[in-house]
């Protein structure tokens, strides 16, 4: 392992560090045969040896291979028992294979797949999602990506403005739109896009979360057809809304006639309505995206009166032919029964209220083995889920949160997390808790984080 990026700040010596980190790499191989077999065999013909390239970001000598997943555990084919605190990077927020959707799956196989028809659950669903969520008007998608694509298209359209705002930092799924970041108070392309041949900065707008004198000044143009945005972010590292913040921030997108729209893919963890039902916001569009069908791939959005109004007279307004939005495994039959039993059997206070009640000793936890080892590090709470972070104090915008990764660390820290039978997010330090969660496995994070951390601090 290279030294730690951080190593000063973090309080980490870079080399009880490289010393654990050899450890952890001979411990994985002799603990995984199996798992190294497979991967030598997908190497023969999947590109990366994986079925996509992010399964090698573990920070591990090869790809683990997954046996089976229920509730809040996964057992590798080598079998080890896994306390899963990743859970598909959310895709199984509620559990792996939860109950009533594993049910109505398995029952709708017999019925019928795909038809490009609706359904009677297509009706459940839409009455649903307007029930939580305060919108009426909905469409569906197969991912969020294609959710958060599908909007910016209709509100660009609908709206007749090209332009787009986004958060430093931002991560809407692949939508190539948003692969645009500040450095040094420019936007710029992001190196890490490939292929894409056109110029984003000429229709994407980046700015600082929690600036709103960035915001008013990229708004003030009025070409703006919309701001996309979590309402926490999350995919950087967490960082959450300043107190006021958002209910500025909706006034001066109103003021200039354009339309919010949350993606509330991972802070649907703060409750049955997403973050923006949780705090009273009232955006114009929202994205849902993984969690909503417990784990079967598809994802929502849904638009305010107004807003679905100007997207259907533009609908009614276009030449006929493709309009681009859509797939033709949107909303099929199979997806539709996932999200009715989400909807209605897991997404409501009663499941959630343990969830993050749980969360919430998680969070204690962490920060008591933090202080403990006296490191100047901080953890962030959002809903089910949280995350520790390599600076003292939680970030308030994109620019700080990248600035407190350690990409080198987080790899040493996971890896040595799976040799001790846990398994986090693999992308910075996230953590969620599901219904299945016990305590029993959040004690079992602690005792190994406690263990990690004392073989890597400063003497």
């Not at 573990?58 to 790809?63: K, L």
């Not at 000429?202 to 700015?207: P, Y």
């Amino acid at each position: 392992m290279k030294k730690p990026l951080n190593s000063i700040s973090t309080g980490i010596d870079p080399v009880k560090a490289q010393v654990l980190l050899q450890k952890e790499q001979i411990a994985f191989v002799a603990r995984n045969p199996r798992s190294q077999a497979l991967s030598q065999r997908a190497n023969a013909h999947l590109l990366f040896g994986v079925p996509l390239h992010w399964m090698n970001d573990w920070g591990t000598p090869f790809a683990l291979q997954v046996a089976q997943a229920q509730g809040a555990q996964l057992v590798d084919v080598d079998g080890h028992a896994l306390a899963d605190f990743c859970l598909g990077d959310t895709g199984a927020m509620f559990g792996h294979s939860p109950a009533p959707v594993a049910q109505a799956v398995a029952a709708q196989v017999q019925r019928g797949i795909t038809a490009m028809l609706a359904s009677e659950d297509a009706a459940a669903v839409g009455e649903l999602l307007a029930e939580r969520f305060g919108l009426p008007f909905w469409q569906f998608a197969m991912t969020a990506t294609d959710a958060n694509r599908f909007v910016l298209r209709w509100l660009r359209a609908a709206s007749g403005r090209k332009k787009l705002i986004v958060f430093n930092g931002c991560y809407h799924g692949t939508v190539d739109d948003v692969f645009v970041d500040l450095v040094d108070g420019q936007p710029v392309q992001r190196d890490s896009l490939l292929g894409q041949v056109h110029d984003l900065t000429a229709h994407t707008v980046v700015v600082e979360f929690n600036d709103l004198v960035a915001l008013e000044a990229a708004l003030a143009q009025g070409d703006v057809a919309c701001l996309l945005a979590e309402p926490a972010m999350t995919n950087i590292g967490m960082v959450l809304p300043e107190p006021g913040y958002w209910e500025a921030a909706q006034d001066l997108i109103r003021h200039h006639g354009t339309a919010l729209v949350l993606d509330e893919t991972h802070t649907i963890s703060c409750g049955p309505g997403g973050y923006a039902r949780a705090h009273g916001l009232q955006p114009d569009a929202v994205v849902l995206g993984k969690p909503l069908g417990g784990g079967v791939p598809c994802a929502a959005y849904g638009f305010s009166t107004p807003w679905a109004q100007r997207v259907v007279q533009a609908k009614r307004n276009a030449p006929p032919g493709h309009s681009g939005i859509g797939t033709t495994l949107s909303g099929n039959l199979l997806a539709m029964a996932a999200m009715r039993a989400t909807l209605t059997e897991l997404m409501n206070d009663a499941v959630y209220a343990p969830m993050l009640a749980l969360a919430s000793t998680l969070t204690l936890g962490l920060r008591a083995v933090i202080e403990c080892h006296n490191l100047p590090w901080c953890v962030t709470q959002l809903g089910a889920r949280c995350e520790f972070q390599f600076r003292a104090t939680p970030p308030r915008n994109g620019d700080q949160a990248g600035a407190a990764l350690d990409p080198e660390l987080e790899h040493l820290i996971h890896l040595a997390l799976l040799n001790r039978g846990v398994m986090i997010t693999p992308f910075h330090n996230m953590m969620l808790v599901c219904p299945s969660t016990t305590q029993a496995d959040v004690d079992k994070l602690l005792r190994a984080f406690d263990e990690v951390l004392e073989q890597i601090c400063h003497g």
